[in-house]
């Protein structure tokens, strides 16, 4: 498309935003997707799952939410070929960085010059406590990069300052699906404790068994409360990292059996929240949905405070606590100065809009609250995406990364996304010519299914075997 057409497009009545999100796991799809919701609310949404080891299924999508216009299950090259034939206005990519940085060099081999091509956007999922650098730098050349918190837009631009990178595209937001009813105590005791738990962290079965064994132990020593046990996915499951040790597994052998009012739970994180009185956690980022709530918040410090964990980023929060500490009683409150630090606002002091949803928006109260909640912590944001899409054309997409500043890194990179040097899909990385049929898509969705069952069964079942064995 000539630049000038940009230029007459834009002059003409503004039709909503058409908006694509790409998505490699469940919880990155709900950061996308309600991203896109805050940046260009009553856009069409159209969605794209990555093909991959993370790939959400159905009962995954549903239990997250968030709805599209139209969601299929692409590669690289796939989606890649889809936006040059749609032409999008925004492109929200909610991947792992190195996927990222494939897509940014096929928009550049697809728009090599200034052109009307899709804003690019793209952030983080929750809590940055790890690979800072290598995550940042992967996903630079984006026109924005989003941070949760003016804690990590510092952290982002100074990173990209100390490469001699443009730091112009870090623009600060908040956590997209924040939001819900705030918190109401009914007295000074906890009645509904929710652990929620994260899939890689921590990573061995003995630790995770001790986690889970002393959260029964809190349900027998307050049998007035009930604990849930709030998890990510069923067996056979993944989401955004591997869960070797599923604790659906490991509660089958808690010494005496979980206590009657200790429980496993599914479903969405908001809808869990709405009864809590405490979340407890090692790291996840629902410690920051609960603390926007004003939920008394325990970040455990039973496994020590350690990066590889992850809660180390909760220091100067208020929220560090080990279990026994919880068993006595104590109801942590996250530390105000902490809080804003960390984009967090405690809704207490937040004044929620009960105008309804923008056509198009998801049917969902919780998001409805968030939006209009969060409203001004994107404002930034839109305005920038706004200023970017009344320009007659965008340059170029320009990663840090090159064959001349990582000849080695690059292409390895990308050859796993089945994309060359130059960023062009390699030979037969996507469909040319006509649709395969029904049949032919039947067969090659059934193929991929069994060779994810394949892959998750040995991660959780082979992999653990043999490592148990390789101790002997």
Not at 224 to 237: F, N, T
Request: with cysteine; net charge positive.
């Amino acid at each position: 498309m000539p630049v000038s057409n940009r230029s007459a497009q834009r002059s003409a009545p503004r039709s909503p935003l058409r908006v694509a999100v790409l998505a490699d796991s469940d919880t990155r799809w709900k950061w996308g997707a309600l991203t896109a919701r805050r940046l260009a609310p009553g856009h069409r949404l159209t969605g794209h799952l990555l093909r991959g080891r993370a790939t959400p299924t159905a009962r995954q999508l549903g239990e997250v939410g968030v709805r599209a216009d139209r969601l299929t299950e692409v590669t690289c090259a796939e989606f890649l070929a889809d936006i040059e034939r749609e032409r999008y206005d925004v492109v929200v990519l909610a991947l792992v960085g190195g996927a990222v940085q494939a897509v940014l060099h096929g928009v550049r081999a697809l728009w090599p010059d200034p052109a009307a091509r899709p804003v690019i956007v793209t952030g983080y999922v929750g809590v940055v406590y790890e690979k800072l650098a290598d995550g940042l730098l992967l996903r630079h050349g984006a026109d924005l990069v989003l941070a949760n918190s003016r804690h990590d837009a510092q952290r982002f631009r100074a990173v990209y300052e100390g490469v001699g990178a443009d730091a112009g595209c870090v623009t600060e937001i908040a956590l997209p699906f924040l939001g819900g009813a705030a918190y109401e105590p009914a007295g000074s005791r906890a009645t509904t404790v929710v652990f929620a738990v994260q899939p890689s962290v921590p990573e061995s079965r003995a630790d995770r068994a001790y986690l889970l064994e002393r959260a029964a132990g809190h349900a027998r020593l307050h049998p007035d409360r009930e604990v849930l046990v709030k998890l990510r996915s069923r067996p056979g499951e993944h989401t955004t990292h591997l869960e070797e040790q599923p604790y659906q597994r490991l509660a089958a052998k808690v010494p005496g059996g979980l206590p009657a009012n200790c429980r496993l739970a599914y479903g969405n994180m908001g809808e869990v929240l709405d009864g809590a009185d405490l979340l407890v956690t090692v790291s996840s980022t629902a410690a920051l949905e609960s603390l926007h709530r004003g939920i008394p918040t325990a970040v455990l410090t039973d496994l020590g405070i350690r990066e590889a964990l992850g809660n180390h980023h909760f220091l100067g929060s208020g929220c560090l606590a080990s279990w026994d500490q919880l068993d006595a009683g104590l109801l942590p409150q996250g530390d105000p100065e902490w809080l804003a630090a960390q984009g967090v606002a405690p809704l207490a002091t937040t004044p929620l809009a009960t105008t309804p949803l923008a056509a198009g928006a998801v049917a969902d109260a919780t998001v409805a609250d968030a939006i209009a909640a969060d409203a001004d912590v994107f404002a930034a944001a839109r305005a920038r995406l706004a200023a970017l899409l009344e320009l007659p054309g965008l340059p170029p997409v320009a990663p840090y990364y090159t064959l001349t500043t990582a000849p080695r890194y690059l292409p390895g990179i990308l050859a796993r996304h089945h994309l060359a040097a130059d960023g062009t899909p390699l030979p037969g990385a996507a469909r040319e010519g006509a649709e395969p049929s029904r049949l032919r898509r039947r067969l090659r969705s059934h193929l991929r299914d069994a060779a994810r069952g394949l892959y998750r069964h040995g991660v959780q079942r082979v992999a653990p075997l043999i490592r148990r064995m390789g101790e002997l």
